[in-house]
């Protein structure tokens, strides 16, 4: 079963543009209630904004206290809030009625533990019913000990054996050797 979680794009649209204070009222009321209060948050937000992920994730163990929000960001940090958020609430409604288990395929900066995982656990633990979520973020950056990201439960290394870059490889060298042939198997597959 596939399930739908995505923000509709016309409200993230227009609260990147124009805030959150620029939806209808009828609209905000049918949007799940935000947390902007988290400094953390906000700083990888800011980071990925400015960086590469594998830059910005390693900063996210400094310590928030020097940091200040670019209030020029504030409207896309709405949009990105509401949309983890709105993913979150999803989620956690559907795993309330329907049961089970539930893989959510998400976008690098959905992926985190500040993110969908951990605001679709708070929510679940105010209804009562207790969730655990896991995240598995893509990484393409160190493998040394020191050089893995530590907000996400598993890492999926790109680099690393059987990882993203291999498979990518792989298909590149497949097509490479199937080219000019039929697209009939058995045409050079094994």
């Known amino acids: 079963r596939l399930l739908a979680l995505n923000l509709p794009f016309e409200v993230s649209l227009q609260v990147s543009r124009n805030g959150l204070a620029s939806l209808p009222d009828w609209s905000r009321e049918a949007l799940p209630e935000l947390d902007l209060s988290k400094r953390l948050h906000r700083r990888r937000f800011e980071d990925m904004m400015r960086m590469s992920v594998e830059d910005a994730a390693l900063r996210m163990v400094l310590p928030d206290q020097d940091f200040t929000p670019d209030q020029k960001l504030n409207s896309y940090y709405?949009?990105?809030?509401?949309?983890?958020?709105?993913?979150?609430?999803?989620?956690?409604?559907?795993?309330?009625?329907?049961?089970?288990?539930?893989?959510?395929?998400?976008?690098?900066?959905?992926?985190?533990?500040?993110?969908?995982?951990?605001?679709?656990?708070?929510?679940?633990?105010?209804?009562?019913?207790?969730?655990?979520?896991?995240?598995?973020?893509?990484?393409?950056?160190?493998m040394d000990e020191g050089g893995l990201p530590t907000c996400a439960d598993f890492v999926w290394c790109d680099a690393c054996p059987g990882g993203g870059q291999e498979a990518s490889r792989a298909l590149r060298e497949q097509r490479a050797r199937l080219e000019g042939k039929p697209l009939t198997f058995p045409a050079g597959y094994i």
Do not use: C, F
């Not at 900066?109 to 679709?120: E, F, K, S």
């Not at 019913?129 to 160190?142: D, Q």
């Open 78 to 142: 709405e949009s990105q809030t509401l949309w983890d958020e709105y993913m979150a609430e999803t989620a956690e409604r559907h795993l309330r009625e329907a049961g089970g288990q539930l893989i959510i395929l998400a976008g690098i900066n959905h992926v985190w533990r500040d993110a969908i995982p951990d605001r679709l656990e708070l929510r679940s633990k105010r209804s009562g019913k207790p969730l655990k979520a896991v995240s598995v973020v893509p990484w393409r950056g160190s």
